[in-house]
């Protein structure tokens, strides 16, 4: 199984694409039973772009890397209050586009709260980023280079999704 992962922003959006890892059984091997990251990046959109070209940019980078992967699950947070209402109406319009891209391609939409997520993750609900972070690089097969947060929590919100649902 393939899941799309997503950390939703307008001005930085985490992306990971998960796959399930069910390789045989093999003494010494550490990446045994571990989700792989297949891809991942932080999508930018410059803020001197007006928010709907930003939006329309959103789309056609989450369209296309449906298309390339064709995962089966989007796995997405959920909003969380803010005191910025401006910035949760547009994380909002955000989450509304990549939902949309991802129904039109048939795929399963599975939402997941910021503490549903630091349990799946680490077990404790009030788990710190760091923590997160932390026990994602140990989760999943996952290369060394330096990830941006949100690629990693794009990770973490894939991981969730795979920890809740039924295969």
């Excluded at 070209?53 to 989450?62: M, N």
């Excluded at 891209?101 to 399963?108: F, I």
Aim: glycine letters at 6%; one cysteine or more.
């Amino acid at each position: 199984m393939i899941i799309l992962g997503i950390d939703p922003g307008f001005e930085r959006l985490g992306v990971a694409i998960l796959e399930k890892n069910k390789g045989e059984k093999k003494p010494f091997d550490k990446t045994q039973g571990k989700e792989k990251v297949l891809f991942s990046e932080c999508f930018h959109t410059s803020a001197k772009l007006e928010f709907s070209d930003r939006l329309s940019l959103i789309g056609k980078e989450i369209k296309k890397i449906i298309k390339k992967f064709k995962p089966e699950v989007l796995a997405i947070e959920t909003l969380f209050l803010n005191t910025n209402q401006k910035t949760v109406m547009h994380v909002a319009e955000v989450r509304g586009i990549i939902i949309y891209e991802a129904s039109l391609s048939g795929l399963k939409i599975f939402e997941a709260s910021p503490p549903q997520i630091k349990i799946a993750t680490t077990g404790y609900g009030k788990a710190n980023k760091e923590q997160v972070m932390k026990m994602v690089k140990i989760l999943v097969e996952i290369d060394n280079r330096k990830k941006s947060d949100d690629e990693l929590d794009a990770i973490a919100i894939a991981l969730t999704a795979f920890a809740h649902m039924r295969f």
